[in-house]
């Protein structure tokens, strides 16, 4: 089974000139001709986010691990080096808030009326990963450009699909196959 996350939001640069979507940013213009492959989209993702000094995005969430199943709407927000805020919108813990400081320090709170006491968690603690055992801090788009290079080095498959509009703009569009062998 895959995990899948779609992405729609803003960001800003360190210059805070605001662009509508990191989407558009990272994946369109300049648009490479369609016979271009995968590797140098990835390693114009991780040029263009080096520019990125924060951003902040509404995602879907879904993980899959055998019959389990987590679905949720995130508000999540970056800021660099590593500032992460999360807050589920919708789904399981609705409400519950998880920050990542830039001391590295854990912050989270339960959603509804328990959500009055934050508690501060260890980077290894269960509660700050999801059902895959990956780190909430690390869904920002700079950990998953990082991973996508690494894993299309280590054999994912990925495929370069036609270019498409998005908000009026021409974009790059990948997609990566992938099985995770807890599955």
Not at 138 to 165: C, H, Q, T, Y
Request: aromatic share 8%; proline share 4%; with cysteine.
């Amino acid at each position: 089974m895959a995990n899948t996350h779609f992405w729609k939001g803003g960001f800003s640069l360190m210059t805070k000139k605001h662009l509508p979507l990191l989407l558009i940013l990272i994946l369109c213009t300049p648009i490479y001709s369609q016979d271009q492959g995968v590797a140098p989209i990835l390693e114009n993702l991780k040029t263009k986010w080096k520019s990125v000094y924060d951003y902040s995005c509404q995602m879907q969430s879904l993980n899959r691990l055998g019959q389990e199943v987590d679905k949720k709407k995130l508000d999540f927000s970056f800021q660099r080096p590593h500032k992460v805020r999360m807050e589920v919108l919708d789904g399981p813990k609705k409400g519950s808030v998880i920050v990542r400081t830039a001391e590295e320090k854990i912050r989270a709170k339960k959603g509804g009326i328990l959500g009055v006491v934050a508690v501060t968690l260890d980077e290894n603690d269960e509660r700050v990963t999801n059902l895959r055992g990956r780190k909430f801090y690390e869904a920002d788009w700079g950990s998953v450009i990082a991973e996508w290079l690494i894993a299309a080095k280590n054999g994912w498959a990925m495929e370069r699909l036609p270019d498409e509009n998005y908000n009026n703009q021409p974009c790059q569009v990948l997609l990566a196959h992938w099985k995770d062998p807890r599955s």
